[in-house]
């Protein structure tokens, strides 16, 4: 049972434009979701993250919005540049659990 | 800036033989996890520990699998009996609470079971 998926492998895309990167779920009792990036041959680093209460939080050139109603939450990098190229994971997580990975998603950020 | 570290990066074990992976998390934190990434898949939760015991497992957590902090500082996965689909990354994370604040994580250590 996959709570939490990341429907595309991978992602390509220009730097200076925009990047999306979706993210559903199917436990509506996630508190809170966060957003990690992996480069290889390192481990995941922690990204952004947004409460269940919220549908929208910005962290400089990363935001990320919530769609409570769709179980659905996207990150949006802009603008991209190629440094951003990496695996980025979406997480769910609630009070007293562990946090739950989707597959990833491999963004290519081209120059 | 405080980080996770894991020993080895890597290391490659005959199958059947028993593991250690070892991780020194931050060291303020109180909670620490145990992941594994196999090639290709996802990112799978194994173990989270508190207070000197596991609060949580997953179901690929089996005997076969054991934690320990044995000094405080120290943060160990052991493996026993290793099988060919142990072969993974392994990921070591702490964090000052529970997830409610981002867990840190180790850069890994690959395990190949031969």
């Known amino acids: 049972d996959q709570q939490v998926k990341q429907n595309s492998p991978s992602l390509s895309v220009q730097e200076g434009r925009i990047s999306i990167l979706n993210c559903d779920y199917t436990?509506?009792?996630?508190?809170?979701f966060l957003w990690y990036k992996k480069y290889p041959a390192e481990g995941p680093t922690f990204l952004i993250s947004?409460?269940?209460?919220?549908d929208k939080n910005e962290d400089g050139r990363f935001t990320v919005f919530l769609n409570k109603s769709a179980k659905h939450l996207s990150l949006h990098i802009v603008p991209s540049q190629p440094g951003d190229s990496a695996v980025y994971f979406c997480?769910?997580?609630?009070?007293?659990?562990?946090?739950?990975f989707g597959k990833g998603t491999t963004l290519s950020v081209s120059s | 800036e405080p980080e996770v570290t894991q020993t080895p990066s890597h290391q490659v074990t005959q199958m059947g033989q028993e593991v250690i992976l070892r991780c020194v998390p931050i060291?303020?934190?109180?909670?620490f996890y145990w992941y594994r990434q196999i090639l290709g898949q996802k990112v799978e939760f194994l173990v989270s520990?508190?207070?000197?015991?596991?609060?949580?497992k997953s179901e690929i957590f089996d005997d076969q699998f054991s934690v320990e902090r044995p000094d405080g500082s120290n943060f160990t996965l052991k493996i026993r009996s290793t099988k060919l689909e142990d072969s993974a990354m392994y990921f070591c994370?702490?964090?000052?609470?529970?997830?409610?604040?981002?867990?840190?994580f180790g850069q890994g250590t690959r395990l190949t079971v031969v």
């Open positions: 994370a702490s964090s000052e609470a529970e997830f409610y604040t981002e867990a840190f």
């Open positions: 436990n509506s009792m996630f508190d809170y």
């Open positions: 947004i409460s269940s209460i919220k």
């Open positions: 997480a769910g997580g609630q009070a007293g659990t562990a946090l739950i």
């Open positions: 060291s303020n934190h109180l909670y």
């Open positions: 520990f508190y207070n000197n015991e596991i609060s949580e």
